[in-house]
């Protein structure tokens, strides 16, 4: 559902006081790609890195692509002054680059998450400057997992018949009456080839999983 996320379990500094954070979290030369959505459906989750609470956060230098639903998350309310996002090489994530909700009003669910895709937008984070969409070299993936996955789809039809024998005897016997849900998904969470994932070592250019020296 997400290929990274930390959180602290730190609070406020006195019953008042300001947010106070647990600690810090950098995340570098990674390469993420394929994350899944908790639901075939794809509408929830499905996120490269999910920015948590009460960590500051240095995001830098990583490839983050084709995640069902976002390259990195935003949208736990984290404040802003704790967050850089620099160097990263965001593509091919099916919903946006960056999801965001305004730190501060996300907590009720009050706000809704807005598709930034301009990955160098002034948000107010500490640092944000230097992401790309653009690979700028081609990535050794793996063709037709990469093909399924652009193309995945996910249908679903009502089959529910009022005069099926079962549903005559439940309107006589005072019950509702029933029917199915069929569903469908063209590919979902199917694991990727490992030696097509240890090629992505050392792909050209700066970001991404570097080979280990």
């Known amino acids: 559902m997400a290929a990274i996320e930390v959180f602290g379990i730190g609070g406020k500094k006195g019953p008042r006081g300001p947010l106070e954070k647990s600690g810090h979290v950098e995340i570098a030369n990674n390469t993420i790609v394929f994350t899944w959505s908790r639901l075939k459906d794809f509408a929830d989750m499905g996120c490269g890195i999910r920015i948590m609470t009460l960590v500051s956060y240095d995001i830098r230098d990583n490839l983050i692509g084709c995640n069902v639903l976002a390259g ?17 090489v965001l593509f091919l994530n099916k919903q946006a680059p960056l999801l965001y909700v305004e730190p501060g009003r996300s907590a009720a669910g009050m706000m809704e998450r807005v598709q930034i895709g301009d990955m160098n937008a ?3 984070l500490a640092s944000c400057k230097g992401n790309s969409d653009k690979l700028g070299f ?20 009502a089959d529910f018949n ?5 549903n005559v005897l439940r309107e006589v016997m005072g019950l509702p009456k029933q029917g199915k849900l069929i569903t469908q998904v063209s590919m979902f969470a199917n694991r990727y080839p490992l030696q097509d994932a240890l090629k ?6 700066k970001a991404g999983a570097q080979k280990p020296e």
């Open 72 to 88: 990195i998350d935003h949208t736990r309310g984290n404040p802003n002054d704790w967050v850089k996002i620099d160097g990263n």
């Open 122 to 124: 002034d948000l107010g």
């Open 138 to 157: 081609k990535l050794p993936l793996h063709k037709t997992y990469l093909e399924s996955f652009l193309n995945a789809r996910y249908s679903e039809t």
């Open 162 to 166: 009022p005069d099926s024998p079962a």
């Open 200 to 205: 992505l070592f050392g792909a050209p250019g």
